[in-house]
């Protein structure tokens, strides 16, 4: 009986050393395989990402060529939201409005259908009710754009823009400003000048 109890004894002894011994090694193996399933993981999420990024890409880019199509057809509509813009008392709104103006005068038609618009006048009216360095800046940049067409220099002329834009003050923290006022009298005083010559050759 004793012996019985011995060897049972011993049994389980071995028994549980197995058992410590496999889970050990149990152990020992997750950890060792832990890192490749997370290497594996991170190499998955990085392509992952990467795949997303791409078709942000070509996204973007299919939204950029259909908006480049169809902008000539909701130009005008914009130019128009713009002007208005330079209706409204908040200053934001009107460098808003002025901002935009600069953006869409590429090329003469555009500069003489704002014009038509009435945005040369707001803009001029816009400089001249300024009470900030801001909002002149923004008002000057958008009357350069638009005087780069003759036609608009001719009309501006007559709307007393010289006067407004002399009497505009100059600012000592931005130069951009007596910058833009030296560029439009500078085209203001050329255009005259073509004027006074071609009045001269027809008498």
């Not at 019985?4 to 071995?14: D, F, G, H, K, V």
């Not at 890192?35 to 999420?45: A, D, F, Q, V």
């Not at 409005?97 to 704002?114: E, P, Q, T, V, W």
């Given at each position: ?90 200053p934001l709104f009107k ?76 600012s000592l923290e931005d ?29």
């Open positions: 009986m004793m012996r019985s109890r011995i060897a049972l004894s011993l049994l389980r002894t071995n028994l549980c050393r197995r058992d410590v011994a496999n889970a050990h090694h149990q152990t020992k193996r997750c950890l060792f395989s832990l890192p490749k399933k997370t290497e594996n993981l991170s190499i998955e999420e990085e392509g992952e990402r990467k795949l997303g990024w791409l078709l942000k890409l070509l996204f973007l880019g299919t939204a950029s060529v259909g908006a480049y199509q169809f902008f000539p057809y909701m130009g005008e509509n914009l130019m128009q939201q713009s002007v208005s813009l330079l209706h409204v008392k908040d460098r808003m409005g002025a901002s935009r103006l600069s953006r869409f005068m590429l090329d003469d038609d555009r500069r003489n259908k704002i014009l038509e618009m009435g945005g040369g006048q707001e803009l001029l009216n816009m400089l001249q009710s300024a009470k900030d360095d801001r909002t002149r800046k923004a008002a000057l940049k958008a009357l350069v754009s638009l005087c780069r067409s003759d036609n608009v220099v001719a009309a501006l002329h007559e709307a007393d823009a010289v006067r407004i834009i002399r009497s505009t003050p100059s130069a951009d400003i007596q910058n833009y006022k030296s560029s439009l009298l500078k085209r203001f005083q050329d255009l005259k000048g073509i004027a006074t010559l071609l009045e001269a050759d027809v008498e």
